[in-house]
């Protein structure tokens, strides 16, 4: 592997004709191009207007005068070069001020330039995008991230979440920066730090799901703008999200993550808080575009997942189709353009993430034509992504397209779907680079195939473009210029107490009351003792799979944090166990070692106030390399258990579900197309995945039994549902007087206790409306198409309240203010090419 750089002769003969053009254009700050490389200043010959400083944290901080700060290690040997009296940075050696070094720049312009000083293999070291496998530490760095940096590896996993304090995360970026510097065989490229959604260490704020439900694209802007600051405090520079897909299939199981079904309201919030994210601002509050507290956004799943047949999930192989019977394929898109016209100064969104998924329109034949996954799709990605909408931002592809998630080209090599990743419009490959040199050369093995199929130019040509691409998010945050680290500002900004207290007030901005029924929740009173409430356990069993966890009974708040509010009955537990015994030996827990409060003691209380999450399916899943069932990786996943497999309905209701009636498919739109023999010869048919006649399978029953049972003793009930998707409130809701829902925080399914509880005390007026329907029943889910929002016929409660897209109680009854006036209108649709 070659990666040594020398300036070539066109580059020399570049640098003599500057030299003819004379001293005064060499001193300009001329933005062309003919104006490069530029020599440094003679000494004495400008006015120094940069001072230089060493920070407690050991590198070393250049500041230019109303200009750009500079930060590089005195111990790595990059140099410094001065040019009209400001300080640059020689990322590539040569003691000339080239194009890409001068901060003076666009970040446009920069990132062409540089793309030129980068040989084939580095670039596709920088297409690699590996979990971290390196061990992160204080003090020193492993040989497997040197051996990273290296190959060229630059878009790194940030450590994550709480594992690591606030020293180790500096001291490693600044550690890493450093050894990229002593790289002299390479030009300078430091690393960016990327990650998905974070908790731990990081302020806590609503789920995207939580954020629409405020139904205020204002409280998703401040969400961004303040969780951008603590990121950059932390050295982490481009998030895997925001995630924007429609929800208009109420089964599918990544809802929380999206901002609901309608189309209108998911565009508002996907901008604002996209332009939050990467727009730094003033005290002041005044829009700077990219600068220190920017963080690249990834809009995902372009271009959109939100359509999954029946409501399997495309990172499992039997939910690899998203299908379209209502003829929305276009809807979907539309929150990824809003997000290509910010309102901001950084104008657009940087970067996405594509879904794996194989589109189906309703006659059968695959979107575009194409009978492939986003990742592999010339259609999706070139001729609307980037022909059609104009966009040329840079491309991550979803993990695992080369193993398990390679629709449609499974019978390709890992090269060829590297390459066909590439020919489609994509930039890097996502989750790949864990095999270091090798990940590396079956890199050059695509390239190697493309320059023989499409000759050594045009190859060139795509590699250029798509590194010049991920130079953009190296260039518009600053990196390039100062990557590193101050340790009082990662102590003090993430996770700090203002931050944390604006998230709280957007958790209980999101809260919808769905009943209330005769004002049982209502404005608190200035006097008065502590209610006494019943606060039963909740049964939670054993989980199996990839993630195992004891069965538990936890009463469904933190009593230390509900007694702040109440003086609280809850059940006891067994002294003993009656379960089967554990590894360790030891009985386990059962729903009978619950010592449930006496028929007695409840009737004291005031009310019973029951937390519950919505139904859980347990169905399993499938994919070619393995499965999540009980026996862990690999007890679904070979072809055997493929001819075996049987499709499951994913439902919405606490009570067995088995799919029988008119609106199941009997045939599915989306199937894989399979050899079969008939009269001796072979042909291809479409896989049926219909799940007519089968049962459902749900894991939290217990649940409903618990409000019923609970609802059948106690005078008065509140329920606090922690809600991930549309529910069959049918189910309970006339047998208790309260409902109140929560959509998680970030990443988590439950909402903050005392979010609950605020609103539930009266201490806080719930102001939250629904960001997707409520379905009557599961014959409404099986007859609604899933790719149409809002079409399902919704509940009506006891009291006469239809529990559909935007409704929402306030203590005075149902909410109509100026959010229902704009958002609660027909569903807009998007424009077919």
């Known amino acids: 592997m070659n990666l040594f750089k020398n300036m070539n002769s066109s580059k020399k003969n570049h640098f003599n004709l500057v030299l003819l053009a004379g001293v005064a254009t060499l001193l300009c700050a001329c933005s062309n191009t003919e104006d490069y490389p530029k020599e440094p200043d003679r000494p004495g010959s400008s006015k120094v207007r940069w001072t230089e400083s060493v920070m407690p944290e050991g590198w070393t901080k250049v500041t230019n005068e109303g200009g750009t700060t500079l930060g590089y290690s005195g111990n790595s040997g990059l140099q410094l070069i001065q040019v009209d009296g400001f300080d640059f940075k020689d990322l590539n050696r040569n003691n000339l001020l080239d194009q890409f070094e001068d901060w003076r720049l666009d970040f446009e312009t920069r990132a062409k330039a540089m793309v030129n000083e980068i040989p084939v293999e580095q670039m596709m070291g920088m297409k690699m995008n590996p979990f971290g496998r390196w061990t992160v530490n204080p003090d020193t760095l492993d040989t497997i991230i040197k051996n990273s940096l290296d190959l060229g590896y630059r878009q790194l996993r940030a450590p994550r979440g709480g594992s690591a304090d606030a020293r180790t995360k500096v001291n490693w970026n600044n550690m890493v920066q450093e050894y990229i510097e002593s790289l002299g065989n390479i030009v300078c490229i430091p690393a960016v730090w990327i990650d998905d959604p974070r908790t731990g260490d990081v302020s806590g704020w609503p789920c995207n799901l939580g954020l629409a439900a405020t139904f205020d694209p204002e409280v998703g802007a401040q969400y961004g703008r303040l969780m951008s600051e603590e990121w950059r405090a932390m050295g982490i520079s481009m998030q895997v999200a925001t995630q924007m897909d429609l929800a208009a299939e109420p089964r599918w199981k990544r809802i929380p993550g999206t901002f609901g079904e309608d189309p209108a309201l998911a565009m508002d919030m996907a901008r604002a808080i996209i332009n939050g994210w990467q727009s730094t601002y003033d005290e002041e509050g005044n829009d700077l575009g990219w600068g220190k507290h920017s963080v690249n956004n990834q809009m995902k799943h372009f271009p959109g997942d939100g359509a999954a047949e029946g409501g399997r999930e ?35 969104v940087s970067a996405a993430m594509i879904n794996y998924s194989i589109g189906i329109e309703a006659d059968g034949s695959p979107v575009g034509g194409e009978r492939l996954g986003t990742s592999f799709s010339p259609y999706k990605i070139n001729q609307l992504l980037r022909e059609k909408y104009d966009w040329d931002g840079y491309i991550l592809t979803d993990f695992g397209i080369l193993t398990s998630k390679d629709y449609g080209v499974e019978n390709l090599t890992q090269a060829e779907k590297m390459l066909a990743t590439l020919e489609a419009g994509c930039d890097a490959f996502g989750g790949e680079g864990g095999d270091g040199q090798k990940s590396v050369d079956l890199a050059m093995e695509a390239y190697k195939l493309g320059v023989a199929r499409l000759g050594e130019p045009k190859m060139n040509e795509i590699m250029k473009k798509s590194t010049e691409r991920i130079l953009r998010t190296h260039f518009n945050i600053g990196i390039v210029d100062n990557p590193y680290l101050d340790l009082k500002v990662a102590e003090t900004v993430p996770n700090n107490t203002e931050h944390n207290a604006a998230g709280h007030q957007a958790h209980l901005k999101s809260v919808v009351m769905l009943k209330n029924s005769a004002g049982i929740i209502h404005k608190a009173s200035a006097e008065g003792e502590k209610p006494r409430v019943y ?11 990839w993630t195992r966890t004891p069965a538990s009974a936890e009463p469904g708040f933190d ?54 999450t919505s139904p859980k399916n347990g169905n399993p899943t499938f994919m070619e390399s393995g499965g999540k069932r009980d026996g862990g990786p690999g007890s679904v996943g070979s072809i055997t258990d493929r001819e075996e497999f049987t499709y499951l309905p994913i439902s919405l209701q ?20 399979i050899k079969v023999t008939e009269n001796g010869s072979e042909k291809l048919v479409k896989e049926n995945r219909s799940y007519f006649g089968e049962t459902g399978i749900i894991t939290n029953e217990s649940h409903l039994d618990l409000v019923l049972n609970t609802a059948s003793v106690a005078d008065k009930v509140i329920v606090a549902l922690d809600v991930s998707n549309p529910m069959i409130l049918e189910e309970f809701e006339s047998e208790v007087d309260a409902i109140v829902i929560g959509f998680g925080g970030n990443r988590s399914d439950y909402l903050p206790d005392k979010v609950f509880l605020e609103i539930i005390t009266g201490q806080v007026e719930p102001s939250g409306l629904l960001p997707v329907q409520m379905p009557a029943n599961m014959e409404t889910v099986e007859a609604q198409f899933e790719d149409v929002p809002r079409d399902m016929e919704c509940y009506t409660d006891s009291d006469g309240n239809t529990y559909d897209f935007a ?15 704009k958002y609660n209108v027909p569903p807009i649709a998007g424009e077919p090419l």
């Open 807 to 821: 409704f929402g109680l306030n203590w005075s009854g149902v909410i109509n203010d100026d959010r229902t006036a």
């Open 314 to 348: 495309s990172h499992t192989r039997d939910g690899a189709y998203n299908v379209f019977p209502g003829g929305q394929f276009f809807t979907h898109i539309l929150p990824f353009i809003a997000c290509m016209d910010l309102p901001g100064k950084t104008k657009t």
């Open 654 to 673: 606490y009570r067995p579900y088995t799919a029988d009636s008119e609106f199941v498919r009997r045939e599915s739109l989306g199937g894989d197309m």
């Open 535 to 545: 606060i039963p356990r909740i049964y939670l069993a054993a989980t199996g799979g």
């Open 559 to 612: 009593l230390k944090i509900a007694g702040e509010y109440y003086n609280v009955l809850t059940d006891e537990l067994a002294v003993r166990f009656t379960g089967p015994a554990d590894k360790e030996g030891n009985p386990t827990l059962l729903p009978d070692d619950i010592l449930r409060a006496s028929k007695e003691e409840i009737a004291r209380c005031d009310f019973a106030l029951v937390r519950i």
